[in-house]
């Protein structure tokens, strides 16, 4: 049994790390049996500290068990930091309010990819390539009439990115960099064609061929909300609004879809099938569902006669099972510089489109209520990104269900930045966890005439 674990900077010297950007901190000592054992600490650009266990069962016959990963790093990465602690994150080294501010969703797209900002040349080249790979294959248009009318567009999505390495299997080699590269521009400029007929699917109206004369944004909300019979005018706040949206959503370090993302890449499979393992994995009302799940619960304040106290109230009650959605984070314990980023966002477009939706009032009511109160204060309870996402994505007119697949559509470069880090990486193995079995011990088998 481990009996104690401690570091111990003075300790046997350390050896240096195999990871690019961090460096040896000492030793962590941990005893088992009597019996000590010497693990590297390693720490990080930033000072965070870890220990590194690669050695831990060869040296002692003993694993880790961590479940949800609560402890465990899976990887090192340079692509984003953030601190929960003091509402920090980064992407690439660049705060995230800077990045809102100056670039567009393009440009940070190529930041997390490239890992470098852009100069105007590789800005240009890149924004041509994705205009010219916005359309997908025309065959696969005929999946969309296959699909059930009321399919989640989030279950089109991942099967349409899943298929799209049947239509190009010209770019599917792992190990051939200039293939990856095509198929990160295929996926980058196909996703939110993809998306958009999801919805067209369901409300059925036709299908809107992409226009590569409009920016990545309003195209996309082109092919989302115009009809061929008359002419559609992209609104310019619109567009910057879901512009800034994609980009506080572009990457958020090791989190579920993420490491699935590098989980199923760790196989060598295609990024395609990567990503459509990713989009899956977001789908989730635990992950990327909550900004559906927060506008869900502000439709039943409003059907249930707008008391806004009454559900603050039920919140704070332990055995209610109600907590209010799109407040509080795992990480962020201050504030989600995310929601404070698109909060204002929030504020103008409420005040501009000026049509009432009891809805709109009460998002505002629980904000103002839920800040002011004890409960909430105490806990450090804070609007988080999907509280403002969701009541955004509703003023712009964007069905609920749509709302997963915009994250996803954000999420994108994040989830292929961390691919290719992961592909790059020298120290690169297959993902495979190990367990600790529970199960019954050697049992005889019984035939089936004498069970019973
Ligand atoms: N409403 C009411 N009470 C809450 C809420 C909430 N939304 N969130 C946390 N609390 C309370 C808990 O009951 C707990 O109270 P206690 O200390 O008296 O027991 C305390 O605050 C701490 O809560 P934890 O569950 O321990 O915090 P954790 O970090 O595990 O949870 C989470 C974070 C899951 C996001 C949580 O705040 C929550 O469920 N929020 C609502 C769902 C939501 O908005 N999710 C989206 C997150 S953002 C994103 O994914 C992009």
Known sequence: MPSSTQTSPSAPAAPAPPWPGTRADGMAGLEIGGTRHELPVIVGTEGERAIDIAKLRSQTGLITLDEGYVNTGSTTSAITFLDGEQGILRYRGYPIEVLAEKCDFVEVAYLLIYGQLPTTEELHAFRSSLSHHTMIHEDMRSFYGAFPRDAHPMAIAGSVVGALSTFYQDSLDVRDPRQVEVSVHRLLAKLPTIAAYSHKKSCG????????????????????????????????????????????????????????????????????????????????????????????????????????????????????????????????????????????????????????????????????????????????????????????????????????????????????????????????????????????????????????
Not at 280 to 291: C, E
Request: charged share 25%; with cysteine.
């Open 205 to 452: 109206q036709p299908l809107m061929y992409p226009r590569n004369d409009l920016s990545y944004c309003e195209n996309f909300l082109h092919m989302l909300f115009a009809v061929p019979c008359e002419e559609y005018r992209v609104d310019p706040d619109f567009t910057e609004a879901l512009d800034t949206l994609l980009i506080v959503h572009a990457d958020h370090e090791q989190n579920c879809s993420t490491s699935t993302v590098r989980m199923v890449g760790s196989s060598d499979a295609n990024l395609f099938a990567s990503i459509s393992a990713g989009i899956s994995a977001l789908w989730g009302p635990l992950h990327g569902g909550a900004n559906q799940a927060c506008v869900e619960m502000l439709e039943r304040i409003v059907a249930d006669g707008g008391d806004v106290k009454k559900y603050v109230d039920l919140a704070k009650k332990k055995d209610s099972g109600f907590r209010l959605m799109g407040f509080g984070h795992r990480v962020y314990k201050n504030y989600d510089p995310r929601a404070k980023l698109i909060k204002s966002i929030c504020d103008k477009l409420l005040a501009k489109i000026a049509r009432h939706d009891p809805l709109f009032d009460i998002a505002q009511q629980l904000e103002e209520v839920a800040l002011a109160d004890d409960y909430f204060i105490e806990r450090k309870l804070y609007p988080n990104v999907d509280f403002y996402s969701g009541v955004i994505y509703r003023a712009m007119g964007i069905p609920v269900q749509m709302f997963t697949v915009l994250f996803a559509m954000g999420r994108l470069p994040g989830w292929i930045a961390h691919w290719i880090e992961m592909h790059q990486s020298p120290t690169k193995k297959i993902c495979r966890p190990r367990q600790v079995y529970s199960g019954e011990n050697l049992r005889e088998f019984v035939p089936i005439n004498q069970r019973g």
